[in-house]
């Protein structure tokens, strides 16, 4: 099972960007997917996350500009990000609750991290 993120880059202040998370592999189901983020010397902390059936929940620095979605289709979730502030900056990582083929119950897998970096 991999996911692949995408989308992040260098944007000024007030700026957009949006970033995009796809799991594949031998995939029977997924649960809850999500964004994190971690900027140099904090703790890594929960951005965004978005059950199977679409219920979301956002940190409460980034409710009302981030907004989080998901293609089941696709196994794929976004991360449209508005407004965005040089404390924004910060490696964004995926995260997925993934039940593998042939296996029991789900296991949380990560993304690789893509850079976000806000100038001011």
């Known amino acids: 099972v991999q996911l692949v993120e995408s989308g992040g880059g260098l944007v000024q202040a007030g700026g957009s960007l949006r970033l995009s998370c796809a799991a594949s592999?031998?995939?029977?189901?997924?649960?809850?997917m999500g964004w994190y983020r971690q900027a140099p010397g904090k703790q890594r902390e929960l951005v965004a996350s978005?059950?199977?059936?679409?219920?979301?929940n956002y940190a409460d620095s980034v409710k009302g500009r981030f907004t989080i979605s998901r293609d089941n289709t696709k196994n794929t979730i976004y991360l449209e990000m508005n407004s965005l502030k040089p404390e924004d900056t910060a490696v964004y990582f995926c995260n997925a609750e993934i039940a593998v083929i042939a296996t029991v119950g789900h296991s949380k897998y990560w993304g690789q991290g893509t850079q976000v970096t806000v100038s001011s």
């Open positions: 592999g031998a995939i029977f189901s997924i649960n809850a």
């Open positions: 978005i059950a199977s059936g679409g219920n979301t």
